[in-house]
């Protein structure tokens, strides 16, 4: 069948041109199927180019919205996120202004759930996430990955956006109170003396230039060869720990390497192999530490590696006696 160009359809304001029956081809197509070219068919909206809901720049696919607000809307009845309404719902915008800070603006303060040991606020089910990452989420863009986010405010519980700064790991403990908030300030630790070395070697009288120690080379050769000479491989561990200690008060300082970030003592027992120097000690008096406990300092000095105020616990009851200092 061919298209009748000189006839056009008979059905009133159609205006195309015959196809058959005197019937357009798209009229003829009805009566085919239907039984009758008059026969209403489901017209299909025009889709926009992006989503009808404001500021979503997705394609739209259903209802002139995108398939995640047409979900919602088929769910929940509208086009807003519910968990989003639960979570402003617990914010409290009318806080208290920071102390330090106070033309930052007055605190978002989350009223919700909040972790009992660090304080800061939760929200969530099975996948909990901290709330002040939430919010920045929500009213910013997303965080970059191995950031973290600084409280300009120093309030852990608020979730201002404006209080809250990206900023690396390592930055945002420099900031940060460096383990008060745990009962632990950051000991000095005393700077030893820089001692010039010579230039020259100390056993000749010649002006033979260094090769080891404070020695020239035929010099060093014969110190190797004398056999009166203690050699550092002669020493065991346990010599060459209780040489780093000062025993001159009560707690047993430890003289040598400190970790900055926690304070504790390090010792290398053996080549490669770094231990906790108040760990080693209480192993030595006491015997190898049982899996799954800690050493608690009694004196609360984390230099000290005297054993009498080392004590073995679980880390529940570390954490607890910490707290309970703090």
Not at 38 to 50: N, S, V
Not at 90 to 117: A, F, I, M, N
Not at 192 to 204: G, L, Q, R
Not at 247 to 275: E, H, I, M, R
Request: charge should be positive; glycine fraction near 8%.
């Amino acid at each position: 069948m061919t298209v009748n160009s000189d006839v056009d359809c008979s059905i009133a304001d159609c205006g195309k041109h015959a196809f058959g029956r005197g019937w357009c081809s798209t009229h003829y197509a009805r009566w085919r199927t239907y039984g009758d070219p008059l026969h209403e068919t489901r017209r299909y909206a025009e889709q926009g180019e992006r989503c009808s809901v404001e500021e979503c720049d997705r394609t739209p696919k259903r209802r002139g919205m995108c398939e995640m607000h047409v979900r919602r809307v088929e769910k929940h009845g509208e086009v807003t996120d519910p968990r989003a309404r639960r979570f402003w719902a617990q914010v409290d915008k009318d806080g208290p202004l920071p102390e330090e800070r106070q033309s930052l603006g007055p605190c978002w303060v989350w009223t919700g759930c909040k972790h009992p040991v660090t304080g800061y606020g939760v929200f969530g089910g099975k996948g909990t996430q901290l709330v002040h990452r939430i919010a920045y989420q929500y009213l910013v863009g997303l965080i970059s990955k191995g950031l973290h986010l600084d409280h300009l405010c120093r309030r852990r519980s608020c979730v201002r956006p404006e209080h809250l700064e990206p900023v690396t790991p390592r930055e945002n403990i420099r900031r940060g109170n460096q383990g008060a908030f745990w009962g632990y300030a950051p000991e000095v630790v005393p700077v030893k003396p820089k001692i010039e070395k010579p230039t020259h070697c100390t056993e000749c009288s010649g002006d033979r230039p260094l090769f080891k120690r404070t020695l020239c080379r035929p010099c060093y050769r014969k110190w190797l060869r004398d056999p009166s000479v203690e050699r550092p491989r002669q020493r065991t561990p346990e010599q060459r720990f209780w040489e780093k200690v000062d025993k001159t008060d009560s707690c047993w300082l430890w003289t040598a390497a400190v970790n900055p970030g926690t304070g504790y003592g390090q010792f290398t027992a053996y080549t490669g192999v770094q231990v906790q120097a108040h760990r080693y000690s209480y192993e030595l008096a006491s015997g190898p530490l049982p899996v799954g406990l800690d050493v608690h300092h009694t004196c609360h000095v984390r230099r000290c590696v005297n054993p009498a105020h080392l004590q073995a616990l679980t880390r529940s009851q570390n954490l607890a006696l910490r707290k309970v200092r703090r």
